[in-house]
């Protein structure tokens, strides 16, 4: 059973940092790609970040981009999102996901999902 | 950027009805679509991929149509369990890398 479990959440100023990790387990953690996806509070579904199995390639929403750093450790089966420079816009559930293929294309969609870290921005 | 588009925004139904959304790209994106239900408190789950596949698993009164600009979703007889908010969402496989998922249908029970 696939399972992602995501963690380092928590209340921050504006401006300040903070760092997520998602640890897998139930797959072959090197062969997806994963994503993290954001719900602020009451809206919809922004995508974050992908990050491919090897981690050789990463791509960011224009919203985090220059601010927020995705990595994976493939020793430790973990994901991270390394989030600076942080704002109140950035307040969110942050999911962790495993992203899948199609037969045409890589990175289609995210077909296993954590259950969400809370990141709260305020002064 | 391509633009993605839901509506209605929320529908009132009971059970056994048949529920359609529809959801809109700002641009041609062929069939590079998926369907996310998400129930409160809860993960978002995959139902459909590449606009009409079933992801495994899924119960067959789920369904997905549409290529180009404009897709559909259906559940030909809706259970209590589907009383959920439904997001589409598309891949952008060209550069730059995206996803951009709509803003949401929230079915409710009538």
């Known amino acids: 059973e696939v399972q992602l479990l995501e963690s380092g959440g928590g209340w921050v100023q504006p401006g300040q940092s903070l760092r997520l990790s998602c640890a897998a387990s139930g797959f072959s953690f090197g062969s997806y790609g994963l994503s993290w996806v954001r719900q602020a509070p009451g809206k919809g579904l922004e995508w974050v970040s992908t990050?491919?199995?090897?981690?050789?390639?990463?791509y960011y929403a224009d919203s985090v981009k220059g601010r927020f750093t995705i990595s994976r450790d493939l020793s430790k089966i973990t994901l991270h999102l390394q989030m600076n420079s942080l704002r109140a816009e950035d307040t969110a559930l942050y999911y962790c996901a495993r992203v899948f293929d199609t037969t045409d294309y890589y990175y289609a969609g995210a077909d296993n999902w954590g259950q969400g870290t809370l990141v709260t921005v305020s002064s | 950027d391509i633009q993605m588009t839901q509506s209605p925004s929320s529908l009132s139904a009971s059970v056994g009805d048949r529920v359609t959304i529809s959801c809109q790209a700002s641009?041609?994106?062929?069939?590079?679509l998926n369907w996310y239900q998400q129930k409160p408190g809860k993960a978002p789950k995959l139902l459909i991929y590449?606009?009409?596949n079933l992801e495994t698993g899924v119960p067959s009164r789920f369904s997905g149509s549409g290529s180009g600009t404009d897709f559909t979703f259906s559940i030909s007889s809706l259970q209590p369990e589907d009383f959920a908010t439904y997001y589409c969402q598309q891949y952008d496989h060209v550069s730059p890398f995206k996803w951009t998922f709509g803003p949401g249908t929230r079915v409710e029970i009538k």
């Open positions: 990050i491919s199995g090897d981690g050789a390639g990463t």
């Open positions: 641009q041609d994106i062929s069939n590079s």
């Open positions: 590449d606009a009409s």
